[in-house]
């Protein structure tokens, strides 16, 4: 909650040259109505912001289309650190706690594959210098990543080679 207004100042600062999603959790508009700073009246204030922004978009529903489309993401969620990685493009995790102590040792791997930001010359470094420009420094460890951690093995997709793993088993 504490990039809120960073980010739409950000969103409104690459007007033009950049298209941003807000793509909240599920249960975060509920959570900030019954929060004691925030409450209904700012929370749909702050929704609305982002539906009225020229360059933006609220995003409600699943978010593999918008992943699919996107050219890159910031987000502070370490749910995502490895779903994104599945597009190969850039990402960056807003870093303002240590979240690898609750990541397991597969997802601090992903979460390594990340850039990293904590204030507002971080992300628009990130906006400038990667989605903008195209110097991508960590591609070719996020391929690396993606090759030996998230391609299922075989060549095969998960679901035939747990088929073909079956069929030996009882053969």
């Known amino acids: 909650m504490s990039n809120y207004n960073l980010l739409l100042q950000i969103a409104e600062k690459y007007e033009g ?3 941003i999603a807000f793509k909240p959790l599920p249960l975060l508009k509920s959570k900030l109505y019954e929060h004691n ?3 209904r009246e700012i929370t749909d204030k702050y929704y609305k912001s982002w539906a009225e922004l020229l360059n933006g978009q609220f995003a409600e529903g699943d978010y593999v289309d918008l992943f699919l489309t996107s ?3 910031i987000h ?3 749910s995502f650190s ?3 990685h599945y597009t190969k493009k850039p990402v960056m995790f807003m870093a303002g706690e240590d979240v690898t102590k609750q990541l397991s040792d597969f997802g601090i791997l992903a979460y390594n594959m990340h850039y990293k930001g904590t204030q507002k010359i971080d992300f628009e470094q990130f906006i400038e210098d990667v989605v903008l420009n195209g110097n ?5 460890a996020r391929q690396t990543f993606f090759s030996e951690h998230l391609l299922p093995p075989n060549a ?3 679901s035939q080679n747990m088929i073909d793993e079956i069929v030996k ?3």
């Open 17 to 19: 040259l950049i298209q």
């Open 136 to 140: 991508d420094v960590m591609f070719a």
């Open 169 to 171: 088993m009882l053969s």
């Open 71 to 73: 050219d890159a993401m």
């Open 82 to 84: 490895v779903e994104y």
């Open 37 to 39: 700073e925030w409450g």
């Open 76 to 78: 502070d969620c370490a």
């Open 156 to 158: 095969k997709s998960a």
